[in-house]
């Protein structure tokens, strides 16, 4: 990977590209730093670092720490992201946006200018609840936005407004290092955003595990030396996390295809063997976004009308925290099911058998028409669940591991890593492509 990069940074182009990109990134730290007016970000760190382990602690992570100290970029890239998985399903249900997404170029972008609007949308809807959060379950607000009358009106447009244009600047953003820069854009700033949490995670573990173990140890308090041990402990596990993530991410099943020969003029055509790769995480991180959105409402509505006062209601609420059971086990019950729900949407097996028949291909073993569309959804099926599976395993990672150990407050979970390790395989394959691109003479040469 190393090697890779010094090699890109030789090429002119590829350098101006990689600085364009860390020069956006440097940006999107900037702004996570600067706070919104009338916020309390002293109360409101210290409210978020007590509620690690609920959904706010989530998005805290997502932001790069920009939630929990109500900078600008506090909703980050939640707005577009949401907004693309909501295009995305309307495609499959409105007919309209169906064509659109079949008219290739000029297509993609009224699609995408549908994104743009509904992150702004999302963004504004976000920033109410935002803003509604630190005023009634946080108490963050400065005394000047809880004066009565024009302040407080004042202060709740000028807070809601911030968290808005911060998204949508969030955005562009991310689109500039598309067209400018290397690597996906949102996948850049989220990693980015990912990585800056780093820091935190190991000051938690000196403060509260190693320092603390070292220091009993040297004052003769043996009985507590494990506290130095979990540290390595959950050190290996995080080695071991990359390295589970890294190998189910390459991972693919391989559908054999033979094509058959033909005879064009003078020449014979066909006739190879090849192979249909099927990934075993086809969807990502899309059904983990899907399920947290999903389950995070109750913890939403709590932010909008407070705790509840009657016993059933705190019930309810209590059972939607991360640390729960009930939590885990649905969060599990949801990924696998948005994980089939995402593949069925994205691939068609009848299209992919009826591609391979107009191209002269097929399946060994399996005759043309319904019989490969069947053999392909079986596939498609086994490979999906394994997938489920896996994301299960990375996502429900932080949660398990706090609720067998009592462990909270580590910022970097399993699906950070599967988001921070993605983007770099990504990122490394995007420019080893474009340097391939730019020594390849041609067959003009």
Sequence with gaps: ?????????????????????????????????????????????????????????????MSGGGFSNASLFALSITP??????????????????????????AGRKKLGQFTR????????????????????????????????????????????????????????LGEQINEKGIGNGISMLLFAGILSRIPAGADFLWK???????????????????????????????????????????AERRIPVQYAKKVVGRKMYGGQSTHMPIKVNMSGVMPIILAVSILSLP???????????????????????????????LYALMIVGFAFFYVT???????????????????????????TADFIKRVLNKVTFIGALFLGVVALFPSVFGKLTGIYGLTIGGTSIMIVVGVALETVQQIESQMMMRHYKGFLD
């Design 1 to 61: 990977m190393f090697q890779i990069l010094r090699n890109a940074w030789k090429i002119t182009d590829l350098r101006k590209k990689i600085l364009f990109t860390v020069f956006i990134l440097l940006i999107f730290r900037v702004g996570s730093a600067i706070t919104v007016p009338f916020v309390d970000t002293a109360v409101l760190a210290s409210q978020m670092k007590a509620n690690t382990n609920d959904f706010m602690g989530y998005l805290s992570m």
């Design 80 to 105: 577009y992201i949401n907004a693309s998985i909501i295009i995305q399903l309307l495609t499959v249900a409105i007919p309209y946006l169906e064509r659109l997404s079949k008219e290739g170029e």
């Design 117 to 172: 609007y509904g992150t702004v949308i999302l963004g504004l809807m976000l920033g109410i609840a935002y803003y509604f959060m630190v005023r009634n379950q946080y108490g963050a607000l400065t005394y000047a936005a809880n004066q009565p009358g024009f302040a407080r009106w004042f202060a709740a447009i000028t807070i809601v407004l911030c968290f808005t244009a911060g998204s949508s600047l969030m955005m562009w």
């Design 208 to 250: 509260n595990f190693w320092h603390a173990g070292l220091k009993q140890v040297i004052d003769g308090q043996t009985s507590q030396i494990w506290n130095a041990v979990i540290v390595v402990a959950i050190l290996a596990l995080f080695l071991a996390m990359i390295g589970f993530i890294v190998f189910m991410s390459d």
């Design 299 to 329: 913890s939403i509505l709590v932010t909008f009308f407070g705790e509840p006062k009657k016993a059933f209601w705190q019930a309810v609420v209590g059972a939607f925290a991360q640390d729960s059971w009930f939590y885990i086990i």
């Design 345 to 371: 949407i994205q691939y068609n097996p009848v299209e992919m058998a009826n591609n391979l028949r107009k191209n002269g291909g097929a399946i060994p073993g399996q005759r043309p028409g319904k019989p």
